[in-house]
């Protein structure tokens, strides 16, 4: 079955950077467009970034462009998202996700100090 596992994620001052981290089983990954979202406390799960499956092609939330870069690795089955000058209205549950399915890891939190 799809598996999606996160990581990456931690606490960070205001202006730092992360890089998260997903790895994916149980689809053939390199066909697939794969997505980072992210839900904060009391807020919806929101959309950040998206990249189609051969990685030539990205688009971003008007709220991280120019801050996150999303890339793929698909020899090793990985998504990643590098964050940088992040602010505390970045904080939240970081999720990465294959449209196709329906399947959700555990989430990596992302908290920025300010």
């Known amino acids: 079955q799809v598996q999606l596992v996160e990581s990456g994620g931690g606490l960070v001052q205001a202006g730092g950077s992360l890089r998260l981290s997903c790895a994916a089983s149980?689809?053939?990954?390199?066909?697939?467009?794969m997505n980072w979202y992210r839900q904060a406390p009391g807020k919806e799960r929101e959309l950040v970034a998206a990249?189609?499956?051969?990685?030539?092609?990205?688009v971003y939330a008007g709220s991280v462009k120019g801050r996150f870069t999303i890339s793929r690795d698909n020899a090793k089955n990985a998504v990643y998202l590098q964050m940088d000058s992040l602010k505390p209205e970045d904080t939240a549950m970081y999720y990465c996700?294959?449209?196709?399915?329906?399947?959700w890891g555990q989430g990596t939190q992302v908290t920025v100090s300010s």
């Open positions: 996700n294959a449209p196709r399915f329906a399947s």
């Open positions: 149980g689809f053939t990954f390199s066909r697939h467009p």
């Open positions: 990249i189609t499956s051969a990685g030539d092609n990205t």
